[in-house]
């Protein structure tokens, strides 16, 4: 059983990528979209994920936005947080972690959010899965 805080943590990751989705799929025209907006909350679902998993282990993940040193720590725990994919998904959305600033300089389209969307779902389960939660994204 899960503490409430662990909970907590998932359920406001989970919602920050249904947010981003949501804006994602949103009918408007994809020149309006807020692509930034929308890789924020994937980042966000993916540092939530993870300080969820550390702190479910007895961690402290600390005061960072960092996903791969989140994940770093992570390893300590379980060495399939030490893998390629997971690596992979880390470094591409740390790529945009302060895309939510004015002075973000990276311009960002559709084909950056979609694979954030995904980088981000696939954080979400691979992390579920180990507090054995199972896939909510790719059963």
């Not at 993916?46 to 390893?75: C, Q, W």
């Not at 880390?90 to 945009?96: E, Q, S």
């Amino acid at each position: 059983m899960l503490r409430n805080d662990v909970l907590a943590w998932i359920s406001y990751a989970k919602r920050d990528i249904e947010l981003a989705d949501r804006e994602m799929s949103y009918s408007r025209s994809p020149r309006l979209r807020p692509y930034e907006i929308i890789l924020h909350h994937c980042h966000q679902c993916a540092e939530k994920m993870l300080k969820a998993y550390i702190i479910n282990r007895g961690g402290t993940p600390g005061y960072t936005h960092d996903l791969n040193k989140l994940r770093k720590m992570s390893v300590s725990y379980d060495k399939d947080f030490d893998g390629k994919r997971i690596t992979d998904y880390c470094i591409y959305l740390d790529a945009f972690w302060n895309v939510k600033y004015p002075d973000f300089t990276v311009s960002v389209d559709a084909s950056h959010t979609s694979r954030g969307i995904n980088c981000a779902k696939r954080i979400f389960d691979f992390v579920s899965i180990r507090m054995g939660l199972g896939k909510v994204f790719f059963g």
